[in-house]
């Protein structure tokens, strides 16, 4: 199984800040690494797929890096809507699926 | 438009079935592997399961492995998870989720609102 491990746990920052979130994975999965941002009472929503693709619509202050194990989400400047919890997934190797245990962006 | 909406979710006393429901519309159905993905109150994402575009092959988590049978109604655009011998560990709300194009690719584009189930005596 691929553990995604995300850090850090929690980032706190304030709006027009640079947001960095890592997602580092137990072994390699390529490029197969997707990011989702979950909001309150919500569903999530894909942001990133593989690696560095983003998802229809999405804006562009969303960026996403990393090959191998080591992956980064970057948001350029935050606008007040992307407080909110972020989880990496691989595709690579599975079954199982596997989440990372997410990032929540917080207002500073 | 792609529209998931799940049902079934209800409370249920452990070692008790329930049977979710996802209703699909929007995409040609029967080309799309569909999964299920749960979330425990406070938690991270799980996936359980996954099904195939032509229903020849499912798989599973271990935590529900021999527990949970995943399935699909194509002539209805319905996908369905039977959840048997559940305990208060599966207490958590329980997604349908579906990629934007067909096959296999295990990209959630497109996710329901969710269905709670709650395991409690």
């Known amino acids: 199984e691929v553990v995604l491990t995300q850090s850090p746990a929690t980032l706190s920052l304030s709006p027009g800040e640079r947001a960095t979130l890592s997602c580092r994975a137990s072994q390699s999965v390529d490029s197969y690494l997707l990011w989702y941002q979950q909001k309150p009472g919500q569903a999530p929503r894909l942001l990133i797929y593989?690696?560095?693709n983003r998802a229809t619509g999405i804006p562009v202050r969303f960026s996403g890096s990393g090959s191998g194990t080591d992956f980064t989400l970057t948001i350029s400047s935050l606008e007040p809507e992307d407080f909110a919890v972020y989880y990496c997934?691989?595709?690579?190797?599975?079954?199982?699926?596997?989440f990372g245990g997410g990032t929540k962006v917080e207002i500073k | 438009e792609v529209q998931l909406l799940e049902s079934g979710g209800d409370l249920v006393q452990p070692g008790g079935s329930l049977r979710l429901s996802c209703a699909a519309s929007g995409f040609m159905f029967r080309t799309y592997a569909m999964s299920w993905v749960r979330q425990a109150p406070g938690k991270g994402l799980e996936w359980l399961s996954t099904?195939?575009?032509?229903?020849?092959?499912?798989y599973y988590a271990d935590s529900v492995k021999g527990r949970f049978t995943v399935s699909r109604d194509s002539s209805k655009n319905n996908l369905y998870l039977q959840m048997n011998s559940l305990s208060v560990e599966d207490t958590a709300l329980y997604y349908c989720a579906s990629p934007r194009s067909p096959g296999l690719n295990m990209i959630f584009d497109y996710w329901g609102q969710g269905t709670l189930v709650t395991v409690s005596s």
């Open positions: 099904i195939r575009e032509s229903d020849d092959g499912a």
């Open positions: 593989d690696a560095s």
């Open positions: 997934q691989q595709r690579k190797v599975w079954p199982p699926l596997t």
